[in-house]
């Protein structure tokens, strides 16, 4: 059974960092893609950024590019996301999730992943 277990959530100011941490368990990842969704109050969830654990390949929506990093850790079978120039908007519940039979392709929609983290919460304040 694969878990999933973030963690450094927290509240910033606006302007400031955090760092969110994935530990993945279970299984092997190597075909899968490992992404970062957020969902905030009365939002519909939405993807942020994604990576192909094979190669390393990134994909970032557009709302965080440039401010985001998502990186893994093969060795420790982690995933994190690293959040600069932080924006009251970004305030949400943050989840990482695995789509294991995607083929190396970034799926957007939330319905593609197969196993979610409990989620952990992001609060920037303006």
């Known amino acids: 059974q694969v878990q999933l277990v973030e963690s450094g959530g927290g509240l910033v100011q606006a302007g400031g960092s955090l760092r969110l941490s994935c530990a993945a368990s279970?299984?092997?990842?190597?075909?899968?893609?490992l992404g970062w969704f957020r969902q905030a109050p009365g939002k519909e969830r939405e993807l942020v950024a994604a990576?192909?654990?094979?190669?390393?390949?990134?994909y970032y929506e557009q709302f965080v590019k440039g401010r985001f990093t998502i990186s893994r850790d093969n060795a420790k079978n982690t995933v994190s996301l690293q959040m600069n120039s932080l924006k009251p908007e970004d305030t949400a519940v943050y989840y990482c999730?695995?789509?294991?039979?995607?083929?190396?392709?970034?799926?957007?929609?939330?319905?593609?992943?197969?196993?979610w983290g409990q989620g952990t919460q992001v609060t920037v304040s303006s």
């Open positions: 999730a695995v789509d294991l039979y995607t083929l190396e392709v970034v799926h957007t929609t939330p319905g593609d992943y197969d196993y």
């Open positions: 279970g299984r092997t990842f190597s075909r899968a893609v």
């Open positions: 990576i192909i654990w094979s190669d390393g390949s990134t």
